[in-house]
Antibody
């Protein structure tokens, strides 16, 4: 079964850091571009970051540029999101999502909650 | 950035109704348009990719059309499990963007 499982969320104070992880299984992880997408409480979906299969191409949304870092370890079928200088507006559910060969997000993790509050 | 809009933002419908949701891009995106369904507390699910291709396992009552800037998602006969929020998403640029969503609820 093709699956993505996120971990690492939690409650953090403003200005703090968190590192999210996403482990893929059931597919050749290195063959797929990967993304992080988030959803604030009661709001819509917001793309956060993209990384190519080999990790050489990386993009960020303007809202997180300079604060978040995406990376991957293909040997461990893992995707990461290092989040620094967290703000209240970063609160929400974070999803890792696989890019299909046709550009779309065809597999999603179950989501992990990040809460930024004092 | 490419901006996506959807209409309506919400609609009420009955089981068996034909439902149409519209998505518009701020510039031409060819057919690089995808549709997702999301139920409360769940991850989004891919329904349609490349504007009109049905994702494997998705019932054929779902269909998509359009190209350029204007796109449509149609549910031919609404079923109880279709009450959810629907998002369009452009994949023309690496920095993908989603529409604001359309919530379909029970009339």
């Amino acid at each position: 079964e093709v699956q993505l499982v996120e971990s690492g969320g939690g409650l953090v104070q403003p200005g703090g850091s968190l590192r999210l992880s996403c482990v893929g299984s059931g597919f050749i992880f290195s063959s797929h571009e990967m993304n992080w997408v988030r959803q604030a409480p009661g709001k819509g979906l917001e793309w956060v970051s993209y990384i190519s299969g080999g990790g050489s191409s990386i993009y960020y949304a303007d809202s997180v540029k300079g604060r978040f870092t995406i990376s991957r370890d293909n040997a461990k079928s893992s995707l990461f999101l290092q989040m620094n200088s967290l703000r209240a507006e970063d609160t929400g559910v974070y999803y890792c999502a696989r890019s299909a060969m046709v550009p779309c997000l065809d597999v999603w993790g179950q989501g992990i909650t990040v809460s930024v509050s004092s | 950035d490419i901006q996506m809009t959807q209409s309506p933002s919400s609609l009420s419908a009955s089981v068996g109704d034909r439902v149409t949701i519209t998505c518009r891009a701020s510039q031409s995106i060819s057919v690089k348009l995808n549709w997702y369904q999301q139920k409360p507390g769940k991850a989004p699910k891919l329904l349609i990719y490349s504007a009109s291709s049905l994702q494997s396992g998705v019932p054929p009552r779902f269909s998509g059309s359009g190209s350029g800037t204007d796109f449509t998602l149609t549910i031919s006969s609404l079923q109880p499990e279709d009450f959810a929020t629907y998002y369009c998403q452009q994949s023309y640029t690496v920095g993908i963007t989603f529409g604001p969503g359309t919530t379909v609820d029970i009339k």
